[in-house]
Nanobody, 120 residues
Framework: QVQLVESGGGLVQAGGSLRLTCAAS??????IGWFRQAPGKGREFVAE???????????NYADSVKGRFTISRDNAKNAVYLQMNSLKPEDTAVYYC????????????WGQGTQVTVSS
């Protein structure tokens, strides 16, 4: 089993920054992604990071966050971070981290989510 715990959400003004943390434990993972769900909308992809042999293989971002969000990981802490800069009101959502044990499967482990609210 895999356990994922998100933290770092909160209320911030437009233009501000937040850093989300996803702490992982359990099985060896191949990738962690961040997704978000705004009120009344479906869950959407935000960013992901994949690794192999301890080295990052790739990162990937949704077009809506490119240049503003940065995903990174700390292998020693089994943590993945999402640095969010230049936040906009439309970034308001519950942010979830998700994990998979192979790069070729779907994300099948999910955290409980953390609320991010950006005020205008």
């Amino acid at each position: 089993q895999v356990q994922l715990v998100e933290s770092g959400g909160g209320l911030v003004q437009a233009g501000g920054s937040l850093r989300l943390t996803c702490a992982a434990s359990g099985r060896t993972l191949a990738a962690i992604g961040w997704f978000r769900q705004a009120p009344g909308k479906g869950r959407e992809f935000v960013a992901e990071i994949s690794w192999s042999g301890g080295r990052t293989s790739y990162t990937n971002y949704a077009d809506s966050v490119k240049g503003r969000f940065t995903i990174s990981r700390d292998n020693a802490k089994n943590a993945v971070y999402l640095q969010m800069n230049s936040l906009k009101p439309e970034d308001t959502a519950v942010y979830y981290c998700a994990a998979k044990t192979s790069p070729v499967v779907l994300y099948n482990y999910w955290g409980q989510g953390t609320q991010v609210t950006v005020s205008s």
